[in-house]
C-alpha cells in the first residue's frame, strides 16, 4: 500500500523557517516524480513546487520561488521542502504528492501556520 | 504564469449530467488532469490526458477538450460525486490548478 506522511509542519513567526518532510512507502519511490501543493484553510489547492525522480530538476511557482527549495533523498524514501522566509500567506495544508502518468497519491497534509 | 478558470459552483440534481469547464491558454497545447477532493481529504485523481480515467474511477466520469478549453463531465451524478473539483496542467517549469468547483448533488 502507497503511503506518503508529511511532517515538520507547525507555528513559525514571519521571516522564520521550517523543513517539510514526506516519508514516503509501498511504492519505488526513486522512479516517481513528486510534489508539494498546498490549501490555505477554506481554499483551493495551490502548486508549490515539483522535482523529477533523480533529484536533477526542479520547479517552483513564482510565489515561492527563491525562499522554497524543494530536494529528496531517494536512499531514505523522502522528499522535503525547505521554507524560508515565511509570509502570513504561506498558511495552508501542504500536501506532497507522488505524480505518475496515470495516478496520483496524496498525503494527508501538514499544517503550516505563519502568525506573530 | 499560467491561469486556470473554472465556475466556482455547479447543482446538479441526482442521475442527471454534470459539466465543468475549465479555460486557459495553456491547455491549447498540454494535457489536463481532473482533481476531486471532499471535506477533509487529499485529493483524488479522477481524470488524465484530459479524458483518460484512471483504475477505480467510475466510467460516468470523463473528460474532453477543444482548443483552450476542457470539460469534466459526470454521466449520472450521484450523491457521493458532491465534492470539489480542480483541473491541472503543466508546462515550460511551471504548474497551476483550476479555481475549483463545487459541485453539489441535490
Known amino acids: 500500500e502507497v503511503q506518503l506522511v508529511e511532517s515538520g509542519g507547525g507555528l513559525v513567526q514571519p521571516g522564520g523557517s521550517l523543513r517539510l518532510s514526506c516519508a514516503a512507502s509501498g511504492f519505488t519511490f526513486s522512479s516517481y516524480w513528486m510534489h508539494w501543493v498546498r490549501q490555505a484553510p477554506g481554499k483551493g489547492l495551490v502548486w508549490v513546487s515539483r522535482?523529477?525522480?533523480?533529484?536533477?530538476?526542479?520547479s517552483y511557482a513564482d510565489s515561492v520561488k527563491g525562499r522554497f527549495t524543494i530536494s529528496r533523498d531517494n536512499a531514505k524514501n523522502t522528499l522535503y521542502l525547505q521554507m524560508n522566509s515565511l509570509r502570513a500567506e504561506d498558511t495552508a495544508v501542504y500536501y506532497c504528492a507522488s505524480w505518475a502518468v496515470a495516478g496520483t497519491d496524496w498525503g494527508q497534509g501538514t499544517l503550516v501556520t505563519v502568525s506573530s | 504564469s499560467y491561469e486556470l478558470t473554472q465556475p466556482s459552483s455547479v447543482s446538479v440534481s441526482p442521475g442527471q449530467t454534470a459539466r465543468i469547464t475549465c479555460s486557459g491558454d495553456v491547455l491549447a497545447k498540454k494535457y489536463a488532469r481532473w482533481f476531486q477532493q471532499k471535506p477533509g481529504q487529499a485529493p483524488v485523481l479522477v481524470i488524465y490526458?484530459?479524458?483518460e480515467r484512471p483504475s477505480g474511477i467510475p466510467e460516468r466520469f470523463s473528460g474532453s477538450s477543444s482548443g483552450t478549453t476542457v470539460t469534466l463531465t459526470i454521466s449520472g451524478a450521484q450523491v457521493e460525486d458532491e465534492a470539489d473539483y480542480y483541473c491541472y496542467s503543466a508546462a515550460d517549469n511551471m504548474a497551476v490548478f483550476g479555481t475549483g468547483t463545487k459541485v453539489t448533488v441535490l
Open positions: 490526458k484530459d479524458s
Open positions: 522535482i523529477n525522480s533523480d533529484g536533477s530538476s526542479t
